[in-house]
């Protein structure tokens, strides 16, 4: 409970605000004002600050409607929100009227955020993009809708027990979410299961009918999405699976009543939680019923709205749509468009197939194998017949087009066909993706040229125009002026206003790196973030970082190409250094992991166990403490990123290369000042490009060296070559991080022996190790660091989510 302070008088606008606070904490939530219970406070203050954006909201959507503009859909599996209020407050420009009102309850807005649970709707890096992405788009005065799936349980909640991963649910809804509003009256319903049937309409035509269906109702929740200051507010559509009321009636009238509520089950099931995996699909039935489930109910939703304004009439159609899908997750909205031009507004098979393969357009967020999305041919007979049917017949004619372009190349057909063939046929969706869209984009230079050279090579050959870059970006609001609040100030001091919607401006930073006064303030407030994550850590993990130490972050997924582990075989060798008295020249570092592991990927959490296992011995050791700490900090997610990546001094980007499309994690971490120590692969390369050799440290196998290094990798040899190393690998198989737990890293003592090692963990050590010993021996010289913090931010412009969007609106969508 709030303590009740004296209350201050307040200002006009937060008057109104107090009076508007009051009503909904007294009233809409029935409460009383003595207990000033803080969730129910942070309810009301939601409430209140959520009228303000519905009249925009609603005028934005007036808008849209009265100028007709070309709109874009963006269809994704995930959006990765976090909190939501302060960032409201913040885009609608209302901080000091709500900090003054909230005085008056005797609190801060950054005191009752914390009650606020982040919306974990998303895995990683993809579904935290379509989060920036929105945000830009609304910044800008974009007309782009997103769409996607109001999971009741999102990204689970991460504890770690006994150095373990558990996982527990994440009911985010629980305490209800005022950042929703359902629209039952757009209701769609979408099927499941049945056959195809075919008759001849009264104009004598063959057409087709999905019938015999098992329906389930999709539910839209509308999330608003404002833009920075602009008043303008866009949509994100959200839908929940519910039952049909026949479905249930059915089963009553039978006199089954347990069936008929366990039918209600399954239909509702769909949208209970989000598949937690992030690089491997696991071709799971309910995950292929999200995809279509969100498919169907949001190109009916746009249909729909089409047809209200416009009549049947899809002569504009194509003019005036875009959707965009995010990885291969949304793609069956391919055929789930030609099946509703077909079926329900019985269009010619041309006319539909160009309407839609110039409204489609596919991004790629992965090269990894495992991560490329196949649904068995036999699953998808069962569950969507008529998309199957449709799949086949456009496989039939691309087919077709293949063999004309490169005669008897039958080995070229198989290749390039939708069908994977085989005693289980599968359905590739990334083909499909291809296929169905007028633009394939990569989401970094060197990713979008990997799928040009090698994943796609085929298609690029029959389709070059088609393909493009798109290098990621993140929104400089939720990340430089709302979580670096200090710096913020600081920057728009020193190159003024504006730099939050044209973050180019940043630029001139790099006109301040010799005045000294500057660097002070600079490396004052990094002292301060670095504070602020100490206390993060202290709380979470019980640790005391030491602030003067250079703090040393790998937060991101757990997963073996972005090598966590070498991050630890770094700390176990400065461990080893310590240990055995060479640590004259060693400086210190404070060192934190985070990250969540997909639940089924047993090497991933056997990494977490591993940093756990290594951090406990290396803390418990007074005589290692005050050169070396490490923690790994549990349940990493979107709010705790705001306080960790101000607080950061090196960023470990290390995945070995060609692996990470872009990351984009890397962007938030130079926005806020920190150093890249990382491999030549995704968007590092550009960070490097732009932010200068000399402020970035970098190491490790390039993509082109890699073939002939993977072909005579062997990794035994390194490791008897090199001492150090050695030592390492003798520490881990001796038992000394897992005393009670005899081998259990011998599956990563073994993985790293590997001549085919897929990761080139030993390839790599040697550089890395030499990478950190000279970020460290920098780190040292107060001036020359902070002079390549404050050149890192400078050079970050490239790197907004602004830059990314404006060059999707223009390129791809072509609404500017
Ligand atoms: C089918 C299961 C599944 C689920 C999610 C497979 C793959 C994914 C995503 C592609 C994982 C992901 O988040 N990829 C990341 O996307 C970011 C945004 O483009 C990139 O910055 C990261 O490099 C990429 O790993």
Redesign the pocket.
């Known amino acids: 409970m709030i303590s009740v302070k004296t209350p201050v008088p307040a200002g006009t606008d937060s008057a109104q605000l107090v009076t508007e606070l009051q009503k909904h904490y007294n009233i809409t939530l029935g409460r009383f004002e003595c207990e000033q219970i803080p969730s129910y406070l942070l309810l009301a203050l939601s409430l209140t600050v959520r009228d303000r954006l519905i009249e925009r909201w609603r005028e934005t959507r007036l808008q849209e409607i009265q100028n007709n503009p070309k709109r874009v859909f963006y269809l994704s599996l995930e959006f990765l929100l976090g909190r939501t209020l302060s960032n409201a407050v913040m885009n609608l420009q209302t901080e000091n009227e709500v900090a003054e009102a909230l005085r008056y309850y005797g609190t801060s807005l950054e005191e009752l955020r914390q009650n606020e649970l982040d919306a974990g709707l998303g895995?990683?890096?993809?579904?935290r993009?379509a989060a920036c992405f929105l945000d830009s788009c609304a910044t800008l005065g974009l007309p782009v809708t997103g769409y996607g799936i109001r999971y009741e349980y999102g990204m689970f909640h991460q504890r770690i027990e006994q150095g373990r991963q558990v996982e527990y649910p994440d009911h985010w809804l629980r305490e209800g979410n005022p950042w929703e509003l359902e629209r039952p009256e757009l209701t769609k319903r979408v099927k499941f299961y049945g056959h195809t049937e075919f008759y001849i309409n009264d104009r004598g035509r063959k057409c087709a009918r999905w019938s015999g269906t098992n329906d389930v109702l999709a539910v839209p929740y509308d999330v608003p999405i404002p833009g920075y200051g602009n008043g303008v507010v866009n949509t994100l559509r959200l839908w929940r699976a519910a039952a049909t009321d026949e479905f249930d009636l059915e089963e009553f009238n039978a006199g089954d009543y347990t069936e008929a509520v366990a039918a209600k089950n399954r239909a509702e099931q769909i949208t209970m939680v989000l598949?937690p995996?992030?690089?491997?699909?696991n071709g799971k039935e309910l995950r292929l019923r999200q995809q279509y489930f969100l498919a169907s109910a949001s190109l009916q939703d746009v249909l729909a709205d089409w047809v209200h304004f416009h009549g049947e009439n899809f002569g504009e159609f194509a003019n005036k749509h875009v959707f965009q899908l995010n990885?291969t997750?949304p793609t069956l909205a391919v055929a789930e468009l030609m099946r509703l031009l077909l079926d329900d507004y019985l269009l010619e098979w041309d006319v539909a197939w160009r309407i839609t393969t110039s409204t489609m357009a596919y991004t790629n967020?992965?090269l990894l194998p495992e991560?490329l999305?196949k649904w068995p041919v036999r699953l998808m007979r069962e569950l969507l017949p008529r998309l199957l049917d449709i799949i086949y017949e456009i496989n039939a004619r691309f087919l077709a087009e293949v063999a004309l372009r490169w005669p008897g190349d039958t080995q070229r057909q198989q290749r390039m066909s939708l069908i994977e063939e085989g005693n289980d046929p599968h359905v590739r969706m990334a083909y499909l993706g291809i296929v169905g869209s007028f633009s394939v984009n990569g989401?970094a230079a060197l990713h979008s040229n990997l799928l040009k050279r090698g994943l796609f090579k085929d298609f690029f050959e029959l389709w070059p125009e088609k393909f493009n870059n798109k290098t990621?970006g993140v929104t400089p609001r939720r990340w430089l002026a709302h979580s670096n609040r200090k710096l913020a100030e600081l920057i728009t001091e020193a190159v003024g206003d504006g730099w939050q919607t044209d973050l180019e401006k940043i630029s001139h930073l790099k006109d301040f790196v010799n005045d000294s006064a500057f660097c002070e303030r600079w490396f004052q407030i990094k002292q301060h973030n670095k504070a602020a994550l100490a206390e993060l850590v202290h709380r979470e993990c019980g640790v005391c970082f030491d602030t003067g130490h250079m703090f040393d972050v790998q937060v991101k997924r757990i997963h073996e190409y972005k090598r966590q582990l070498l991050n630890v075989l770094h700390i176990i060798h400065l461990y080893d250094r310590i240990k055995r008295g060479d640590a004259v020249k060693m400086k210190p570092r404070c060192v934190l992991i985070g990250g969540k592991a997909a639940p089924g990927y047993a090497m991933a959490k056997l990494i977490i166990k591993l940093i756990n296992n290594v951090a406990a011995v290396i803390n418990a050791d007074t005589s290692v403490k005050h050169l070396l700490q490490v923690v790994f900090l549990p349940n990493y997610r979107v709010s705790s990123m705001e306080i960790i990546c101000p607080g950061t001094d090196l960023s470990e980007q290390i995945s070995t290369a060609g692996k990470?499309?872009?990351?984009?994690g890397n962007m938030k971490f130079m926005m806020n000042g920190a150093v890249t120590i990382g491999t030549y692969d995704?968007a590092n390369i550009e960070i490097l490009e732009a932010a200068g050799g000399e402020n970035f440290f970098l190491f490790g196998l390039r993509v082109e060296d890699i073939p002939a290094y993977r072909a005579a990798h062997k990794p035994n040899q390194i490791i008897e070559h090199d001492e150090d190393l050695k030592r390492v690998m003798q520490l881990l198989e001796c038992g000394h991080f897992s005393l009670f737990e005899p081998g259990i890293f011998d599956p990563i003592v073994a993985a790293i022996r590997r001549d085919d090692d897929p990761w080139m963990v030993a390839a790599d050590f040697r550089s890395y190790v030499e990478a950190q010993r000279k970020a460290a021996e920098m780190y040292q010289d107060r001036a020359a660091w902070t002079r390549m913090s404050i050149l890192n931010a400078a050079a970050s412009g490239r790197f907004s989510s602004d830059r990314t969007i404006r060059e999707y609106a223009r390129d791809i969508w072509q609404i500017i």
């Open positions: 895995n990683g890096g993809l579904g993009l598949y995996n992030d690089a491997s699909e990885d997750h967020h992965t991560a999305e989401v990621n990470e499309a872009s990351g984009t995704g």
